[in-house]
């Protein structure tokens, strides 16, 4: 086995660790993005949700990216997007050049060689897009690619279960504050039927030594 191969194992086991022990999607999408970034050995790494309408992607969350960059402009479904729409990953060699990027001038600027863009799927839908951009020219192997897909779709379930959780939590909540109100309401008389229990029935008595 080749030892990038080795690393990604080991990656997938660290970053699935990761992203099934938050609890905060700030946090959990933070971690996604940095740990992708490290394990590919990349420049950066953004995630970009969809808009309902599926026409623009939002940067959501980034590592390795100035602020001047993300702020660049909507990311709209032109060509790349559209193919990653359809759940292909898409790569390209020179971001400055390749007709494909929609802010060329910008990603020289940032630094920007290649671009690697995967599908964020959920439940077979693509909600949005990873991307992982590197420094110099990189041809982006098979097993890059399938590292990022898998990852991504580990991301979308961890999402979905912090959501799910979070829901659980104020559902949780709620429910507590409605069952204090009511005890509250019933003053002191909850605290004693706690206390009291029902008396067993007993037969009559027996004198000492009857």
Same mark, same amino acid.
């Given at each position: 086995?080749? *030892?990038? $191969?080795?690393? @990604?194992?080991?990656?997938?086991?660290?970053?699935?660790?990761?992203?099934?022990?938050?609890?905060?999607?700030? !946090?959990?999408?933070?971690?996604?993005? $940095?740990?992708?970034?490290?394990?590919?050995?990349?420049?950066?790494?953004?995630?970009?949700? +969809?808009?309902?309408?599926? &026409?623009?992607?939002?940067?959501?969350?980034? @590592?390795?990216?100035?602020?001047?960059?993300?702020?660049?402009?909507?990311?709209?479904? =032109?060509?790349?997007?559209? $193919?990653?729409? $359809? =759940?292909?990953?898409?790569?390209?060699?020179?971001?400055?050049?390749?007709?494909?990027? +929609?802010?060329?001038?910008?990603?020289?600027?940032?630094?920007?060689?290649?671009?690697?863009?995967?599908?964020?799927?959920?439940? =077979?839908?693509?909600?949005?897009?990873?991307?992982?951009?590197?420094?110099?020219?990189?041809?982006?192997?098979?097993?890059? /690619?399938?590292? !990022?897909?898998?990852?991504?779709?580990?991301?979308?379930?961890?999402? &979905?279960? !912090?959501?799910?959780?979070?829901?659980?939590?104020?559902?949780?909540?709620?429910?507590?504050?409605?069952?204090?109100?009511?005890?509250? *309401? +019933?003053?002191? *008389?909850?605290?004693?039927?706690?206390?009291?229990?029902?008396?067993?029935?007993?037969?009559?008595? /027996?004198?000492?030594?009857?």
């Amino acid at each position: 086995m080749k *030892e990038t $191969e080795k690393n @990604y194992y080991q990656s997938l086991y660290e970053v699935a660790s990761v992203l099934n022990s938050e609890r905060e999607p700030n !946090v959990l999408l933070q971690s996604f993005v $940095e740990s992708v970034a490290k394990a590919t050995g990349a420049k950066a790494c953004s995630l970009m949700l +969809l808009t309902p309408d599926r &026409e623009v992607l939002l940067h959501t969350v980034a @590592y390795g990216l100035s602020d001047w960059y993300l702020r660049k402009g909507p990311v709209r479904t =032109g060509k790349v997007i559209s $193919e990653v729409l $359809e =759940g292909k990953p898409v790569a390209v060699l020179d971001a400055s050049t390749d007709e494909r990027v +929609l802010y060329r001038e910008q990603a020289k600027k940032e630094g920007i060689a290649s671009i690697l863009s995967v599908p964020m799927r959920l439940r =077979g839908e693509v909600i949005g897009v990873v991307r992982v951009y590197t420094a110099k020219p990189y041809r982006f192997t098979k097993d890059d /690619i399938n590292f !990022v897909e898998t990852i991504s779709n580990i991301g979308a379930i961890a999402l &979905e279960n !912090v959501r799910a959780y979070g829901i659980i939590q104020k559902d949780y909540e709620t429910f507590r504050r409605e069952m204090l109100q009511w005890r509250a *309401e +019933l003053g002191d *008389e909850w605290m004693i039927g706690e206390l009291v229990t029902p008396a067993k029935e007993q037969g009559p008595k /027996i004198p000492p030594g009857g």
